[in-house]
Nanobody, 121 residues
Framework: QVQMVESGGGSVQTGGSLRLSCVAS????????VAWFRQAAGKERKRIGI???????VYVDDVEGRFAISKDTAKNTLYLQMDSLRPDDSAMYYC???????????????RGQGTQVTVSS
């Protein structure tokens, strides 16, 4: 079965850390560009970073220096390490994979169902 499954979300206080995981199955994620998106309540889903097949990463300004994307190709798993969390980081977090890095959410070939992150002040 081809799927991506996120986990690791939860509730933390401001300044805390979480590490999200995205397990891919049915395809080799190492050959794809994988993006992390997030969607806060009442807002549009936005891409916050990507890791490409060569393991190069790009982040939006809002998370640059606080978040880090990595991958373990042996486990076919992607990670989103989130440090110095703030209340405005609260959102549903999603991973998605495609041969292209910069498409819209709906254009990604493989997409997860999300994991909730809540940051309290």
């Amino acid at each position: 079965q081809v799927q991506m499954v996120e986990s690791g979300g939860g509730s933390v206080q401001t300044g805390g850390s979480l590490r999200l995981s995205c397990v891919a199955s049915g395809f080799a994620s190492k050959n794809y560009c994988v993006a992390w998106f997030r969607q806060a309540a009442g807002k549009e889903r936005k891409r916050i970073g990507i890791i490409d097949a060569q393991s190069r990463t790009v982040y939006v300004d809002d998370v640059e220096g606080r978040f880090a994307i990595s991958k373990d190709t042996a486990k076919n798993t992607l990670y989103l390490q989130m440090d110095s969390l703030r209340p405005d980081d609260s959102a549903m977090y999603y991973c998605a994979a495609d041969t292209l890095c910069w498409g819209n959410w709906g254009e990604y070939k493989y997409r997860g169902q999300g994991t909730q992150v809540t940051v309290s002040s």
